[in-house]
Nanobody, 115 residues
Framework: QVQLVESGGGLVQPGGSLRLSCAASGNIFSIYQMAWYRQAPGKQRELVAVITSGGSSNYADSAKGRFTISRDNAKNTVYLQMNSLQPEDTAVYYC?????????WGQGTQVTVSS
């Protein structure tokens, strides 16, 4: 069984920063890809950023230049550094891990950008 534990969400003012973390544990042999998705109220879940085991990353257009995804393979942890946050970034952010035994989702962490 695989568990994902997310942390780092919260309330921040426009222009502020947050760093999300997601640690994977359990019966994992290999992690291929780690990603962050988000879902705003009334909207579909969307991909924010993804990083492969080799360190290659891709971002949604809305995240480019503001967000940075990174990972610590030794800790099976993925991070999302979010800068210059805007109200439209308000959403529940979910970690997603593709590994040798399948796919797992985190429980989600709320990010609210408001003055």
């Amino acid at each position: 069984q695989v568990q994902l534990v997310e942390s780092g969400g919260g309330l921040v003012q426009p222009g502020g920063s947050l760093r999300l973390s997601c640690a994977a544990s359990g019966n994992i042999f290999s992690i291929y890809q780690m990603a962050w998705y988000r879902q705003a109220p009334g909207k579909q879940r969307e991909l924010v950023a993804v990083i492969t085991s080799g360190g290659s990353s891709n971002y949604a257009d809305s995240a480019k230049g503001r967000f940075t995804i990174s990972r610590d393979n030794a800790k099976n942890t993925v991070y999302l550094q979010m800068n210059s946050l805007q109200p439209e970034d308000t959403a529940v952010y979910y970690c997603n891990v593709l590994h040798s035994r399948g796919v797992n989702w985190g429980q989600g962490t709320q990010v609210t950008v408001s003055s």
